[in-house]
């Protein structure tokens, strides 16, 4: 995973290395610190065969909205219907085990801990709705293919004690201990285990975090639809009923993760998100949601038994 912004156009183009911030508004906060040369990590459909979406600001669900978006085919395509995303390595156990190979060695070299998906301010959000919300400091935290840990560190950091990461890399894992190590975050549970086959002991949490995963899940050369109804199976099963689960994806819109999320999930919020600008269009360089598991209601045949 590089740090290529090269498919993001134009004068709106992102420093790689400085994070969006909305007009008006500024993203960081003071409890976000430098992980000694921490990068923005890229769109998992940023490589050279696919684009960034430009969504129209405020266009609805439709054809209108899905043919303003051009990053899924390749350069210069536009998908119609609900064709699937082209496949990508970017969707292969193979290519992550490898990228984070790549970065624990780079870690045990000059202690670079690695790529922020989405940015520092994709952390910034997280935490800030946090906050808002009043979420008690010991309510059971996941964040679904961990990578380097990077976000549990700073969840850690703001105080939060009930946290586990997993990532099917064990790459990834061994990066993200040595991380937590290096910050002396004891509190934090790390395991090799993939979320679309988790195991009976991976349930029962309050909130659950996902920045990529199902991104990259959705390039899947194998079977990306099915892994993603898989991977909606696994949510409903590790989440509490009424527990939140927080989205970013480059891949998606709002309401198509509102249909993919259909069963068993209500939209809570939207949150705010960096904009770009591309021939004239104004849109969304990611998409960042709150959704609640439904609470199961007993039916009446229940009750009568």
Partial sequence: MGTDTSHRPGRCTPHPTRPWTLPGQDF???????HGRVRSGPCPASGPDHRARVLPAGSGRGRSARSARWFRGGPGMALAGDEPFSPSVLGTREHWD???ERELQTFQDIGDTGEIWFGEESMVRIIRWLE???VPFDSSVLDI???????????AKSGYTNLTG???????????????????????KLKVEDFLAPSAELSGFDICIDK?????????PSDAVGKRKLYVGSL???????????????NWTKEELLNEFREGFEILEELPTPKFCF????????TALVFQKKKVRPSILDKLD
Avoid: W
């Fill in 212 to 220: 990529g995963t199902f991104d990259a899940i959705s390039l899947d």
């Fill in 166 to 188: 997993i990532d099917y890399s064990p790459s990834a894992i061994q990066l993200s201990e040595k991380v937590k190590e290096k910050e002396g975050m004891s509190n934090i």
């Fill in 279 to 286: 021939g004239g269009r104004i849109g969304n360089s990611v």
């Fill in 98 to 100: 490898a990228a984070y």
């Fill in 145 to 155: 293919g961990t990578g380097n840990g990077v976000l549990l560190v700073e969840l």
């Fill in 28 to 34: 960081r906060l003071e409890k976000i610190r430098k």
């Fill in 132 to 134: 808002k919300h009043k």
């Fill in 236 to 250: 409903c099963r590790v989440l509490k009923p009424e527990g939140f689960f927080l989205i970013t994806s480059c």
